[in-house]
T-cell receptor, first 114, second 111 residues
Framework: GAVVSQHPSWVICKSGTSVKIECRSL??????MFWYRQFPKQSLMLMAT?????????EQGVEKDKFLINHASLTLSTLTVTSAHPEDSSFYIC??????????FGSGTRLTVV | GENVEQHPSTLSVQEGDSAVIKCTYS??????FPWYKQELGKRPQLIID?????GEKKDQRIAVTLNKTAKHFSLHITETQPEDSAVYFC??????????FGTGTRLKVLA
């Protein structure tokens, strides 16, 4: 079945530094990937839609200059959290569309900013 | 904007009993409704889905019903087992394929 590999699974970084999270579709091409953030005991909040070869579409309230998304190939999308702060600590998870309505989620990245 | 409401936020049932989780969506263009199960610290896993041209779908102990007129859809789990304990999310999607998730239901099945 469709598999999305997400790395790293967890990361701890200092305030002010940047962190890059990668999502790769392993056995299918993903023209569209979605990036979500999930705070403890809360739902998945869509941050942005990543389209291969074009600019990402950000949801209202999400700073595009802080959360840089690059979707340079049909199998790779990256999310870079720039100048991270403790409030950015969260569970970040990507998903990719495999076929009509078929979504596959990555394994998630737990980011802790200290 | 698009919104999906989910109730209840927590649900405790005795092992063997049934559990029902309900969602209401706002976007009338929504035509696909998946349900996900998420265990602590893990990725959401699709457990069942339904399209708008179907009113009910069943897969063993799990069933989903859809009322398009009322914009309601529900997840039914029968004969619950301790391993059913998790957080369940509903979602609604339209032709844009963008999923709007519900707020989640934490299900506890008591042995």
């Amino acid at each position: 079945g469709a598999v999305v590999s997400q790395h790293p699974s967890w990361v701890i970084c200092k305030s002010g530094t940047s962190v890059k999270i990668e999502c790769r579709s392993l056995d299918f091409q993903a023209t569209t990937m979605f990036w979500y953030r999930q705070f403890p005991k809360q739902s998945l909040m869509l941050m942005a839609t990543s389209n291969e070869g074009s600019k990402a579409t950000y949801e209202q309230g999400v700073e595009k200059d802080k959360f840089l998304i690059n979707h340079a190939s049909l199998t790779l999308s990256t999310l870079t959290v720039t100048s991270a702060h403790p409030e950015d600590s969260s569970f970040y998870i990507c998903s990719a569309r495999a076929g009509t309505y078929g979504y596959t989620f990555g394994s998630g990245t737990r980011l802790t900013v200290v | 904007g698009e919104n999906v409401e989910q109730h209840p936020s927590t649900l405790s049932v005795q092992e063997g009993d049934s559990a029902v989780i309900k969602c209401t969506y706002s976007d009338s263009a929504s035509n696909y409704f998946p349900w996900y199960k998420q265990e602590l610290g893990k990725r959401p896993q699709l457990i069942i889905d339904i399209r708008s041209n179907v009113g009910e779908k069943k897969d063993q102990r799990i069933a989903v019903t859809l009322n398009k007129t009322a914009k309601h859809f529900s997840l039914h789990i029968t004969e619950t087992q301790p391993e059913d304990s998790a957080v369940y999310f509903c979602a609604a999607a339209s032709g844009t394929y963008k999923y709007i998730f519900g707020t989640g239901t934490r299900l506890k099945v008591l042995a």
